[in-house]
């Protein structure tokens, strides 16, 4: 595939396990920008090596190292990844030739994200397509500033992709429960910063609903004990912030 003129960004942080099969799946694009936090092992060598463009910067909230990236693209049209991710063929060309029809009405395309645990595909529960918003042009988005689950704001209209991000950020469950461990300690430090109100009796039901809407609505069931376990985790994604929550507060008001 000849140059495409793109800006591909990719947050990292000791990820020379992860870079090459990245920065290998975007070989095409004009402009790779890799942003390091602080990385001790061989990400900034592997990423020039493959001719990145490195930038140096301490991850502190994940909205506002994000819009960071954005910025420094030189590019019309900017691709967002995570070390962890790679482009499927497929997406690499429909990229291709979105961006040589120029469609002036579109804003930001949506991106269906191919979620994987060690090597088997999460099929269900609300893991696929779960297109996200990861392309889109220059100036045209941002994130809200805050340190977990950022809203998205895109200045236009946006239309969903076909092609895969395959994204292979969970080497097993114990992976996975260590990253749920951060988010929801992360999610209830956000809940006490808006001074949001949230009650036991309202943090069970969310669990509830969600282990309900995901194994049953979202299909959780026709994965089998995977489909189940990730259903499972939804539903305690809640309980577990609000414990979390609970203490914070408890702490807050005996200070």
Known sequence: MNSVPITVVIIAKNEERNLPD??????????????????????????????AKVLHREMDIEGRHRNFAYAQATQDWILSLDADERVSPELASEIATVIKENDPGIAGYAIPIKTFIGNRWIKAAGYYPARKLRMHRRGKFRYEETGVHPRAFLEGKERPLRGDILHYGLRDFAHFIEKLNNQTTLEAQKWIQDGRRITWF??????????????????????????????????????FSYAKYAELKREKNQN
């Open 22 to 51: 990245c920065l290998r799946s975007i070989s095409w694009a004009k402009e790779i920008i890799v942003v390091d936090g602080g990385s001790k092992d061989k990400t900034v060598e592997i990423a020039r090596s493959y001719g």
């Open 202 to 239: 309202k943090a069970i039901y969310k669990s509830w609903d969600r282990f309900l809407r995901n194994y049953i609505g979202k299909k959780g069931y026709s994965d089998g004990f995977l489909g189940f376990m990730m259903s499972v985790f939804h539903g305690l994604y809640q309980l």
